[in-house]
């Protein structure tokens, strides 16, 4: 059985998604890919303890106390490539950024390989069901262009500068595929 249920973010709605033990989905209403992989007419359950803790997570994530995502129950659903990459995504700290092409060379040290495409690790960053508690708003383009983010390149500024990122050597695309 899926189950949804509804958080009000500084940023705009947002939707949780789960089995009932397990997180599986956080998306910003209307964001690209929204609820992919969520089949059916699920049910809406406010009093699930995943989505509590979720709740929890994010009220302390809006409120600057730098969360941990370490306890909270994750069971993203994806393809061990995806997998590997949204590990990698919840290893950036708080407050930092990496690149695609840095993500594709420790992904391919992890897999034992000389190279990774950058565009692939790229791919399945964008298709993370679970924004903000695995982090894939941290990543930047090389030249620092603030790109690639499912919910929207204003919403990533903000997130970043949340986070207190440093903003200074970043700069908003003028065209590009997740504006």
């Known amino acids: 059985?899926?189950?949804?249920?509804?958080?009000?973010?500084?940023?705009?709605?947002?939707?949780?998604?789960?089995?009932?033990?397990?997180?599986?989905?956080?998306?910003?209403?209307?964001?690209?890919?929204?609820?992919?992989?969520?089949?059916?007419?699920p049910l809406v359950n406010d009093e699930l303890p995943a989505f509590a803790a979720a709740r929890a997570w994010?009220?302390?994530?809006?409120?600057?106390?730098?969360?941990?995502?370490?306890?909270?129950?994750?069971?993203?659903?994806g393809s061990s490539f995806r997998r590997a990459v949204w590990d990698l995504l919840r290893e950036i700290p708080y407050g930092e950024t990496t690149t695609y092409g840095e993500l594709a060379?420790?992904?391919?040290?992890?897999l034992g390989r000389s190279a990774m495409s950058a565009q692939a690790v790229g791919g399945a960053v964008g298709h993370n069901p679970l924004t903000l508690i695995v982090p894939c708003?941290?990543?930047?383009g090389a030249d620092g262009s603030l790109t690639g983010y499912a919910g929207g390149i204003e919403r990533k500024r903000q997130l970043l500068?949340?986070?207190?990122?440093?903003?200074?050597?970043?700069?908003?695309?003028?065209?590009?595929?997740?504006?």
């Open 105 to 110: 060379r420790q992904l391919a040290a992890r």
């Open 137 to 140: 708003h941290r990543v930047v």
């Open 161 to 179: 500068g949340l986070e207190g990122v440093d903003m200074a050597g970043f700069y908003l695309p003028s065209q590009g595929t997740a504006l």
């Open 1 to 41: 059985m899926r189950y949804t249920t509804h958080y009000e973010s500084p940023l705009g709605l947002m939707l949780l998604a789960g089995d009932g033990e397990f997180l599986s989905g956080l998306w910003f209403v209307g964001q690209k890919y929204f609820a992919a992989g969520l089949c059916g007419e």
């Open 58 to 77: 994010l009220d302390d994530y809006f409120a600057g106390r730098r969360p941990a995502s370490a306890g909270l129950p994750l069971a993203p659903a």
